[in-house]
């Protein structure tokens, strides 16, 4: 068990449509990474956020945005879904924000597009 | 260690064996590597980690091997268990650790 909390674990919804998932961090980390891992694109990195700010982008979709609270959880919502953001949604936390320090990834969200 | 279109490179190995996972990383001024391994329906799970100024780091089982002039790591598992089976990443941190990470190697442990 890593640590990190990712909720739903699977979510089937239609065309159109906007979801928000969830992440809540290891306990004392600060850094939240958003991760997403399709057949073909393998695992991209999405987008950063440390302490309540973010920190980085990845090949994030305009569709997509996060934010993370004062309590340090983290919320990824996608818009206007379409079928090729069927995928796995995954979250990342690493102590305190600092440089080097390995990421620990929840268990990730199963989203099917239909 | 790096995938074809959807095709995951595959390595099979007998209990006991050793297994050697390679991979070849992009970005010349990474300066840290993490090895992932990740089981179906689960995250990836850390295994090791290495920093540039090292050429090679031991854990339990594992060791990671940096070759920095080839841009090339690789992952060794002694004595390989049926648990080890999994899909093996590598990943570079190419800055303010963001990391871009490898295709994978599916590894198939036979008992």
């Known amino acids: 068990d890593s640590g990190v909390t990712q909720t739903p674990k699977h979510l089937i919804t239609a065309t159109g449509q906007r979801v928000t998932l969830r992440c809540s961090p290891r306990?004392?980390?600060?850094?939240v990474y958003w991760y997403q891992q399709s057949l073909d694109q393998g695992l991209q990195f999405l987008i950063q956020?440390?302490?309540?700010?973010?920190?980085a982008k990845g090949n994030i979709l305009e569709r997509f945005s996060a934010q993370q609270f004062p309590d340090l959880h983290s919320e990824l919502n996608l818009s206007s879904l379409e079928l090729g953001d069927s995928a796995l949604y995954f979250c990342?936390?690493?102590?305190?924000?600092?440089?080097?320090?390995?990421?620990?990834f929840g268990d990730g969200t199963r989203l099917s597009i239909l | 260690g790096e995938s074809v279109g959807l095709h995951l490179p595959t390595l099979s190995v007998q209990e006991g064996d050793n297994s050697i996972i390679n991979c070849a990383y992009s970005n010349s001024a990474s300066d840290y590597f993490i090895w992932y391994k990740q089981e179906s329906g689960k995250g990836p799970q850390f295994i090791i980690d290495?920093?540039?100024?090292?050429d090679k780091r031991q854990g339990q089982r594992v060791t990671v091997l940096l070759n920095k002039t080839v841009k090339h790591l690789s992952l060794q598992i002694a004595a390989t268990q049926p648990g080890d089976s999994a899909v093996y990443f590598c990943?570079?941190?190419?800055?303010?650790?963001?990391?871009?990470f490898g295709k994978g190697t599916m590894l198939l442990v036979s008992p």
């Open positions: 990943a570079e941190d190419s800055g303010y650790s963001t990391l871009t």
């Open positions: 290495i920093r540039s100024n090292m």
């Open positions: 956020y440390y302490n309540g700010e973010e920190r």
């Open positions: 306990s004392g980390d600060l850094s």
């Open positions: 990342a936390s690493s102590a305190l924000g600092t440089y080097n320090q390995p990421q620990h």
